[in-house]
Nanobody, 115 residues
Framework: QVQLVESGGGLVQAGGSLRLSCSASGSIFSIMGWYRQPQGKERELVASITSGGNTNTADSVKGRFTISRDNAKNTVYLQMNSLKPEDTAVYYC???????????WGQGTQVTVSS
């Protein structure tokens, strides 16, 4: 059974930094990424990374957030710098297997940025 375990969320002041981690059980996933869902809004892509290291980052966080992964540890990271109050949301880890068309989600971790 696939499990995604997230860690690293919390409360930080504007301008601060946080690093999220997501460790996955099971095989290496084709794509791993981070989504976020602000209260009352839809879930949106923050950044994703393929097993080969190709990344896709939302314009709203480019230059501030960096996604990376360690395939040996089956873990994806999201380094978040220069955080803004509008970054406040529940952040979800996602893992996808393109071969089987399966998508898995973590339980979510709250990130709150105070002004």
């Amino acid at each position: 059974q696939v499990q995604l375990v997230e860690s690293g969320g919390g409360l930080v002041q504007a301008g601060g930094s946080l690093r999220l981690s997501c460790s996955a059980s099971g095989s290496i996933f084709s794509i791993m990424g981070w989504y976020r869902q602000p209260q009352g809004k839809e879930r949106e892509l923050v950044a994703s990374i393929t097993s080969g290291g190709n990344t896709n980052t939302a314009d709203s966080v480019k230059g501030r957030f960096t996604i990376s992964r360690d395939n040996a540890k089956n873990t994806v990271y999201l380094q978040m710098n220069s955080l803004k109050p509008e970054d406040t949301a529940v952040y979800y880890c996602q893992a996808r297997t393109l071969a089987f068309g399966l998508t898995f989600w973590g339980q979510g971790t709250q990130v709150t940025v105070s002004s």
